[in-house]
């Protein structure tokens, strides 16, 4: 630290009540200087700190006001700070009382401060508050740092494009990087108590502090020690630790330069106690700011219209689970599936998620009944989903066999509007194995259809886009797909890779009643050895119907085709009979 710059003064002497002699100053003046003995530091700290990474270069000034010479003061001390990092601005403005009891030769001091930082992203506040008690050998420091300005602030937000299911609801993981800001307070204890060091200069210090961050954060306590080493009177080494568990384990060194103070540049001596009523206070005077990262998830939100429930956009896309060999009870989370499939569900459900296993048709014969914008999906395909946060491919797959699901007294599955279903074997069906009437918007896609008493598909008055890709039905006791469209329905209907076979009746029909309209294109599809037809294309009365049929194989059918509609139109034709 520094010497104070000493005043000369005449001898006075004061001769009872009547007479008395000012101080004269040496420029002849009365009375001392208020404001002397201001002096300017330049510091630079080096290393991670508590609240701060890679040290920043401080300017400062201490003005003081002296009510009595070297015995009582006010200041006033702002401070100036660059970070080395980022080369962003801080500062401090701060002002306090000391005084130093002539008896005890200890100074007491009291500080208030602000203290501003910017980080580039977002500024950071707070009130200080500091005690000292400083003494000939020991000292004691206390210090209270408050924020007010931000608490808690988000730099980044991203999806790690990890997918889990949470119960009934699928998550996505997130990464989120904070900037949180901590209170707290900190205290050292020490002195002039290092052996045969004391008179050189040097000073040792141990202490302790809290950091109070945000709800999610908590607090904690930390542990601190310095030693200072006041080479010459103008400049001074300081080189201190901390550990906690925000910040860990710190190791910094500052470098102090004093201008201003008229001393000569004394090596490694001791000053007196007169000096220090002018030193700047020691405390933290960056606002503590922890940068990290923080892994957590959030629920896929329904996008609407997109495979979903059609619920309110923005809630939570709910799924249903469903495993033959799950324990009983089930209530159709992730954790807890239900073991047999369910009649139908809530309105409010996405996705009934069915697993493979163990193959067979065990609890898995009552059929299920959809509401709209439901998904029946099946382990063995990769399905994927659509959120408001994006598309992603649905958790829980494993290549291998499909589940097996059927009705052994009716239909096993009975579609609704906008519904998909997706990656089963049906065997056996009662009734059919697909069937829906009035329906808007299919999607059937990865299927088995093997013996179903009735047609293996069966849509009548179908409008709206339909799909069946990737579909093997065979053995039905009717037709193996039968789609119809009536009244002025419109229906675009696309086939890829079906196969329908060693059906009672036909491979497949597609009619067109009343005014409908059907345009179907159809790729690669196979329809082999059916009692009637292997494809059959109708249009009655005023409906048209457009097809266009690429790589067709129809053989060994009591007829392979029949095209029959005065409004049929065929726009392209590969067959194979």
Same mark, same amino acid.
């Given at each position: ?434 069937? #829906?009437?009035? /329906? ?5 896609? +990865?299927?088995?259809? &093997? !013996?179903?008493? =009735?047609? @293996?598909?069966? $849509? ?26 009536? #009244?002025?329905? /419109? ?5 890829? +890779?079906?196969?329908? &076979? !060693?059906?009672? =009746?036909? @491979?497949?029909? $597609? ?67």
């Amino acid at each position: 630290f520094f010497f104070k710059q000493k005043t000369a003064y005449e001898d006075y002497k004061v001769t009872g009540v009547q007479t008395c002699a000012l101080p004269i100053l040496g420029d002849g003046s009365y009375g001392f200087d208020r404001f002397g003995n201001r002096n300017y530091q330049l510091r630079s700290d080096i290393g991670d700190g508590v609240g701060y990474s890679s040290g920043y270069q401080t300017f400062g000034i201490f003005q003081p006001f002296m009510l009595e010479e070297d015995q009582s003061l006010f200041f006033v001390n702002p401070r100036g700070m660059v970070t080395y990092d980022s080369a962003h601005f801080a500062g401090s403005l701060g002002g306090g009382f000391r005084f130093l009891n002539p008896e005890t030769e200890r100074i007491l001091g009291f500080g208030g401060w602000w203290d501003h930082d910017s980080t580039g992203n977002f500024d950071y506040d707070q009130w200080g508050l500091s005690f000292e008690s400083l003494g000939n050998v020991w000292d004691f420091r206390a210090n209270a740092y408050i924020p007010f300005n931000n608490g808690t602030n988000v730099l980044r937000q991203n999806l790690t494009g990890s997918v889990f299911f949470v119960g009934n609801n699928i998550g996505l993981g997130r990464s989120t990087l904070y900037q949180t800001q901590f209170g707290g307070g900190d205290f050292e204890v020490g002195g002039a108590i290092i052996p045969g060091f004391s008179d050189a200069g040097f000073r040792a210090y141990a202490g302790g502090y809290y950091l109070q961050g945000d709800d999610y954060l908590g607090a904690a306590y930390g542990v601190k020690a310095r030693v200072e080493a006041l080479v010459t009177q103008n400049f001074l080494v300081n080189v201190g630790y901390s550990n906690d568990t925000f910040f860990d384990n710190n190791l910094t060194m500052a470098l102090t330069w004093y201008f201003g103070t008229g001393e000569d540049a004394r090596w490694f001596q001791r000053i007196p106690q007169t000096n220090r009523l002018y030193q700047q206070m020691e405390r933290n005077y960056r606002n503590m700011v922890l940068t990290h990262e923080v892994s957590d998830f959030v629920r896929a939100l329904r996008a609407g219209g997109t495979g979903g429930s059609g619920g309110a956009v923005g809630t939570p896309i709910n799924v249903v689970h469903v495993n033959n060999t799950a324990a009983a009870g089930g209530d159709g989370s992730w954790e807890h599936p239900l073991n047999s499939l369910p009649g139908t569900t809530g309105s409010n459900v996405d996705i009934i998620l069915v697993d493979r296993g163990d193959g067979t048709t065990h609890n898995m014969t009552g059929g299920i009944v959809l509401n709209d914008w439901q998904r029946l999906l099946g382990e063995g395909v990769q399905h994927s989903f659509t959120s408001t946060q994006g598309t992603f491919l649905l958790p829980g797959y494993s290549p291998g066999a499909f589940p097996s699901i059927t009705n052994l007294t009716g239909d096993a599955v009975v579609l609704a509007n906008h519904n998909e279903v997706s990656g089963f074997n049906i065997p056996k069906a009662g009734g059919r194995a697909i069937y #829906g009437d009035n /329906v808007q918007d299919f999607n059937l896609n +990865n299927l088995n259809i &093997t !013996d179903s008493k =009735l047609a @293996g598909i069966q $849509i009548d008055n179908a409008s709206g886009t339909g799909r069946i890709t990737d579909v093997d039905v065979s053995g039905s006791g009717r037709n193996g797909i039968q789609i119809i469209s009536k #009244g002025a329905s /419109v229906l675009n209907l696309t086939t890829r +890779n079906v196969s329908s &076979t !060693d059906n009672d =009746l036909s @491979g497949m029909e $597609i009619s067109g009643l009343g005014t409908s309209r059907i345009t179907l294109s159809s790729l690669g599809d196979t329809f082999n050895n059916n009692a009637e037809l292997g494809v059959g294309v109708f249009g009655v009365d005023f409906a048209t119907v457009t097809a266009t049929f690429t790589n067709l194989t129809a053989k060994t059918d009591r007829k392979s085709t029949r095209l029959n509609s005065s409004h049929l139109v065929i726009s392209y034709a590969v067959f194979c009979l």
